[in-house]
């Protein structure tokens, strides 16, 4: 009530002896008035807590935690602390470090600031206010008195996401909310985050968070939880290389502001500083960049492509990515750019048909077998703490191909010697661009500065030298950030997850780049024909990023194929209409909009069940998701369950193409499928047979994944728990232990800093009656180092289960919850370093998580639609009753379960016979998806093929999809007589580079004994 009495008399009174005196009085209060035009912009300091005032937020920290953040444009609380006081700020060294201890607010002229220190340890975070923007600016620097410094950050405390969500240019573009909270994600700058800000949403309003800084200096984004539907964000500055010699960690200033409006309104500001601070180079030398609306990836120069090419895109408009054109192999004998014979023959006709062509190049690659790397090894990148050297594939055996040193392009040797290579094959091809792969990734390096200069630093200066050497050619690069988006035209969307687990995309990166930068799907993203590439689009879309068409034969330019007509459908149209994301108009009921010449328009939306492209009026695709059951008069096509209006038994974790069509009449196929209940992914309608596979669709009685913002997360050292820090991490991943991948949660003990603790994650969970707690736990194959995990699992603080397990593959283990039904029980996960306490490369995943009770007997119904003359031969679960010539019910089948019907008699066999020549079905899908017929170029095809050095005549060709399964089928009219067995050989071709081989299965299922049987082999030779 002073403090307030004193404000007021500082305006009401005009004399000058009364100003004075209040002055006095608002200073020995630890108040700070900015101006009287500004005159609700201040700073409080009261101890550890310190207020901030604008005209448009007001701010709480809380030591060196920002914990409160009120918009007052639209009366928003953007941050709910939880229980726990926060105490995030941490400053972390190479070697034991423990906590900080704070000192008070203090408030000096326009600056608050506060320290966090010990003896050797010091963070310092300073606070004040822009008069003129009204931003709240924040100063962090931290030093220690030895060496070993790893990192300082200070923490936004409870960011709620029950109400909003966090947008942040990681991953070209990304949306944590309460369903992807992204927990544990190390977002470093300029890296995986890709511009030096981010912006929280609300329905009403934003807050921004951006970083002014010049140097380029390495920093990160931690995501964690301390439960509440709340996120901390851990901001974090590295110590630069070398890390063992690092004394203090660079001063970084950090701007907050909050606005009415959508994230376009404060990512503008940002957007408005790069044009300022790094003006983008201009295209005035190559021109024809602004046409750009479509890449064309060509994994060859096969000359006889290009005409096609022609007939079925708009070459004035389209950059042909020209990737093996070098007379080395791909990624071999860097920095070697020789030319293979016909590539400039192949651009020059590129050329004559209105085509622009853009050469691979690999930005830091020298290879060790080359004679360039003796005189350059002395600038290979070094890890910045262990000091390491590093590479492409550089923990693997010198002998294997592809693998390459990174160079530091900070190094003017390197500078000059990757332009002169690079030169005489500009002279002899004449591209219109280069692509630098391995652009966009940045290295915090361990040598140190190298000619005063930073990696990132010499990285930017490269790209301007090569400006300077190549001044006509356009430049795109593997990925893009806010520091080398000036001097590129296109980009890879680099490192983006399609797994929806993780994260939403979004098109922030996309609105800060353009125009300057027109991103296009990246070298992984898959073939329109591999059954990934729905997930790969998706994820493209959201982040306003066209798909990339790649071409390797006349096969994907194919058009009678759906999948490659969906694709260059969607690339014509761009072409035509000249889109671009629409940065200024009104995105109302879109995920992103574009605008095209003519006032054409574009957009992506979403209906929470159907995910819709449309340009200029045409629906481009159409994606059903997160659905049991689907109303809708569309087709999606194979699918062996549904009626006149309805799909049914629909997975909902899956995705479906739409397409216009009717339903086909003469397919055998389910006509109901009860809510709850899916179709399995070994369903299989072909000719003359229909297998169905019925699965429980029903949510878990409690689901672990779901409740992740409820759940603790921390480290325990001694006893004493703690936030995640050290190195620790808790987050939803994809792992592999035995050979088997498997969705979970990935937690790694400690392992930075403060060693010998562990992490865990803590879950309130209901029981029922007769519950077990169920899952799985492994440690990842790809853990070399490690000395094994020990997992245990607490309830309400009693330890319950504990095992130690190395890469020994997935080990089930289980916990009678019995005593404790009808509570609510602590169920803790921890994953601990072992007896050693060595948590180098501990990769441990905890995986099908269940609580579960005695299983309880479902029996549903399911009535089926027949093929026209259909002998209704009925096998498996449930029982067969016939309707009519075309219909039948199958009652009592149980869930889960299986059956098939036979509707043709089949191809009459006998002894002796080979199968491989009769007539045979191709089906293709993704591992746990569903299966259409067709699959990739050449499968089903027969030839004589060695493998092992064995020959076999009349083998089918049958590669897999990516992530995915090729499944040859015959059906097949046995004797009466019996007595056969059916003899076969498989393994991979001489010749094939597989990385973990193929996995061959042999199914067999029969109208006597009604169940599948299976023989499965793995391995890469003929068996």
Not at 307 to 330: C, D, E, F, V
Not at 405 to 417: G, T
Not at 552 to 567: E, F, K, P, Q, V
Request: charged share 10%; net charge neutral.
């Amino acid at each position: 009530m002073f403090q307030g009495a004193a404000i007021c008399s500082f305006f009401r009174n005009g004399g000058y002896t009364e100003r004075m005196r209040s002055l006095r009085i608002i200073f020995a209060a630890g108040v700070f008035l900015l101006s009287a035009t500004g005159a609700r912009a201040q700073l409080v300091a009261t101890g550890q807590t310190l207020t901030v005032t604008t005209t448009n937020a007001v701010a709480t920290f809380q030591g060196a935690d920002l914990t409160g953040f009120r918009n007052r444009g639209t009366n928003e609380n953007y941050l709910r602390l939880p229980t726990s006081a926060p105490g995030l700020a941490t400053v972390q060294t190479l070697a034991s470090t423990g906590q900080l201890t704070l000192s008070g607010w203090t408030v000096s002229g326009d600056t608050a600031t506060i320290t966090a220190s010990d003896a050797v340890r010091t963070l310092t975070l300073t606070v004040k206010i822009d008069p003129a923007s009204q931003e709240i600016v924040i100063r962090s620097a931290a030093r220690i008195s030895s060496t070993g410094l790893r990192q300082a950050s200070w923490s936004i405390a409870g960011l709620d996401i029950s109400n909003g969500h966090l947008i942040v240019p990681s991953n070209t573009g990304q949306v944590f909310d309460a369903a992807h909270p992204g927990l544990s994600a190390f977002l470093q700058y300029p890296n995986t985050w890709q511009a030096q800000m981010f912006v929280y949403e609300t329905a009403q309003g934003t807050m921004l968070a951006y970083s002014t800084d010049q140097e380029y200096a390495f920093k990160r984004l931690n995501l964690n939880t301390r439960g509440g539907s709340t996120l901390d964000l851990g901001i974090a500055t590295e110590a630069n290389g070398p890390m063992p010699a690092a004394s203090a960690v660079p001063t970084v200033e950090w701007r907050l502001k909050a606005f009415t409006g959508d994230w376009r309104t404060a990512a503008q500001v940002y957007k408005s500083w790069l044009a300022a601070n790094r003006p983008p180079v201009s295209n005035a030398a190559h021109p024809w960049v602004q046409n750009l609306r479509g890449i064309v990836g060509m994994g060859n120069s096969d000359a006889s492509l290009l005409a096609p090419l022609a007939a079925k895109l708009t070459p004035g408009t389209t950059l042909l990515y020209l990737i093996n054109w070098r007379s080395n192999a791909y990624d071999v004998n860097y920095p070697d750019y020789t030319p293979a014979a016909g590539v400039a023959s192949f651009v020059s006709q590129a050329h004559a048909l209105g085509f622009k062509v853009m050469l691979h190049t690999d930005l830091p690659g020298v290879s060790p077998g080359n004679a360039d790397y003796a005189g350059l090894q002395a600038y290979q990148v070094k890890t910045p703490d262990t000091l390491e050297p590093m590479g492409w594939f550089w923990d693997r055996p010198a002998s294997t191909p592809g693998r390459f040193a990174y160079i530091s392009p900070a190094s003017s040797q390197f500078r000059s010697l990757w332009i002169s290579r690079v030169r005489a094959a500009v002279t002899a091809v004449q591209p219109d661009a280069l692509h630098l792969d391995i652009s966009a990734p940045m290295y915090n390096d361990g040598n140190g500065l190298i000619g005063g200069l930073s990696y990132a630093q010499g990285s930017a200066q490269l790209h301007r030298d090569i400006i300077a050497a190549f001044p006509n050619l356009a430049l795109g690069g593997e990925g893009m950030n806010d520091i080398l988006y000036g001097f590129n035209s296109v980009a890879q969307a680099w490192s983006v997850a399609t797994d929806p687990v993780d994260s939403l995309g979004h098109p922030i990166a996309a609105f800060l780049f353009t125009p300057q930068v027109m991103y296009y799907g990246h070298l992984v993203q898959p073939k329109a024909t591999d059954r990934q590439f729905k997930a790969h689009l998706q994820t493209l879309e959201r982040r306003g990023v066209l798909p990339r068409v790649h071409v390797d034969s006349a096969g994907d330019l194919d058009t009678t194929n759906s999948d490659n007509a969906r694709l260059l459908n969607i690339f014509n149209n761009w072409a035509v209409n000249s889109f671009q994301l629409a940065a200024n108009s009104d995105w109302t009921g879109a995920l992103v909009r574009y605008q095209g010449a003519g006032n054409t328009t574009a957009s992506l939306t979403d209906s929470s069940q159907i995910l819709t492209l449309t340009g200029a009026g045409t629906t481009l695709f159409q994606l059903a998701h997160d659905v049991n059951q689907l109303a809708s008069t569309q087709l999606i096509p194979g699918w062996a369950a549904f009626d006149n209006t309805t799909f049914y038994g629909l997975d909902s974790t899956k995705q479906y193409w739409l397409a216009p069509g009717a339903r086909p009449a003469n397919m055998t196929h389910a006509t109901s499928i009860p809510s709850g209940v899916k179709l399995g992914a070994g369903t299989l309608v072909g000719d003359g047979f229909a297998h169905f596979e019925v699965e429980s669709a029903a949510p878990p009685l409690f689901d672990f994944m779901a409740n992740l913002l409820q759940s603790q997360q921390g480290v325990t050292y001694q006893g004493v728990d703690g936030p995640i820090a050290f190195g620790a991490v808790v987050t939803p991943s994809f792992n592999t232990a035995g050979g088997v991948g498997r969705s979970n949660l990935f937690l790694h003990p400690p392992y930075q800093g403060q060693l010998g603790g562990e992490t865990y994650i803590q879950f309130s969970a209901p029981v029922p009656a007769n519950a077990s707690f169920t899952f799985s736990i492994g440690v990842d194959d790809g853990a070399a180092c490690t000395d094994g995990v020990t997992f245990r699992v607490t309830v309400n603080g009693v330890e319950a289960w504990r095992l130690n397990a190395g890469r020994t593959g997935w080990h089930d283990g289980s916990v009678d919850l019995a005593t404790y039904a009808g509570s609510t029980v602590s169920l803790r996960l921890i994953s601990n370093p072992g007896p050693q306490s060595n948590a180098g490369c501990d990769w441990s995943a905890w995986s099908q998580l269940q609580i579960v009770t005695q299983p309880r007997v479902q029996t549903i119904t399911v009535p089926l639609a027949l093929a026209p003359g259909s002998p209704g031969v009925f096998t498996g679960d449930g029982s067969y009753t016939a309707a009519s010539s075309t219909s039948a019910t199958i009652g009592n089948v149980p869930v889960p379960g299986q059956f098939t019907v036979f509707t043709q008699t089949g191809q009459a066999v006998a002894a002796g016979m080979n199968i491989a020549a009769l007539p045979f079905q191709v089906w293709s899908g993704a591992t746990g998806d569903y299966l259409q017929l067709g699959s990739l170029p050449g499968n089903g095809d027969r030839a004589t093929v060695t493998s092992g050095g064995v020959a076999k005549t009349q083998a089918i060709f049958a590669h897999p999809p990516n992530g995915g399964r090729t499944i040859l089928s015959w059906m097949l009219n046995l004797p009466a007589s019996g007595g056969l067995t059916l003899n076969w050989s498989a393994g991979i071709g001489d010749g094939a580079d597989s990385d973990d081989g193929v996995q061959f299965s042999v199914l067999v299922t029969d109208s006597l004994t009604g169940h599948f049987s299976q023989r499965r082999m793995v391995g890469t030779q003929a068996v």
